[in-house]
């Protein structure tokens, strides 16, 4: 497509439920990147993919955190036991490329808006 | 760890005049990127304008340009000519060959007409 994009852009879940969160981004770009951000904070770093596998998931907080992108496309970000503490918006963005090349500019969608009551 | 500071959590601006948001940032890398992204209440993050550690001139985007200090590792955003549509958050972030970016808490402008 022509831009990275992300659904839902609003989700309202209770305590303890499971959410899933997707990213399409654009097309031919083979890095894919979540970031959250929590409200009056920039966004933090999550996961980052290079095609299908996860190459870095440094930033999923704790284990009921996960994502995957079965294809090297489309990505799902996937939240088990919903808590409270996860209301946040989830960014993603692609690049071309990710690796040593910092000139990569990160595209970024308009972000799922997550509230857990 | 690599960390980035925004001094400013609000600054106000006049249309058509020029504001300058803050940004330093921490690193032992010698090689790295800076950028500017702007993130309007529609929530998506439009990139303002980027800066190579190693090109001693500032980038320049139209109305938008960069103090890069790179001894004293500040990198400002100036903006001239301010209009209403300037009205956003301003996050600045670093890169280095880590591939994902670190970004600050960000700066909110107002632009008053």
């Known amino acids: 497509g022509a831009g990275v994009s992300q659904t839902p852009s609003n989700k309202v879940t209770e305590k303890g439920k499971y959410v899933e969160l997707r990213c399409d981004p654009i097309?031919?770009?083979?890095?894919l990147y979540w970031y959250r951000q929590s409200l009056g904070q920039g966004p933090e770093f999550l996961i980052y993919?290079?095609?299908?596998?996860?190459?870095?998931d440094s930033g999923l907080p704790n284990d009921r955190f996960f994502a995957v992108r079965p294809e090297g496309s489309v990505s799902t970000l996937k939240i088990q036991r919903t808590e409270r503490g996860d209301s946040a918006v989830y960014l993603c963005?692609?690049?071309?490329?990710?690796?040593?090349?910092?000139?990569?500019?990160?595209?970024f969608g308009a972000g799922s808006r997550l509230t857990v009551l | 760890a690599q960390t980035v500071t925004q001094s400013q959590p609000e600054m106000s601006v006049q249309e058509a005049e020029t504001v300058t948001l803050s940004c330093t940032y921490d690193?032992?890398?010698?090689?790295?990127?800076l950028f500017w992204y702007k993130q309007p209440p529609s929530r998506q993050m439009i990139l303002v304008i980027r800066?190579?550690?190693?090109?001693?001139q500032n980038a320049t985007e139209n109305r938008f340009s960069v103090n890069f200090q790179k001894a004293a590792k500040s990198f400002s955003l100036k903006i001239s000519d301010s209009q209403l549509g300037d009205a956003a958050m301003y996050f600045c972030?670093?890169?280095?060959?880590?591939?994902?970016?670190?970004f600050g808490a960000g700066t909110r402008l107002t632009v008053k007409p």
């Open positions: 963005a692609s690049s071309y490329s990710g690796g040593a090349s910092g000139a990569n500019v990160l595209t």
């Open positions: 097309s031919g770009h083979t890095a």
């Open positions: 993919f290079q095609g299908t596998g996860a190459a870095d």
């Open positions: 690193t032992s890398e010698s090689d790295y990127y």
């Open positions: 800066q190579e550690a190693y090109k001693q």
């Open positions: 972030a670093y890169r280095s060959t880590l591939p994902h970016m670190r």
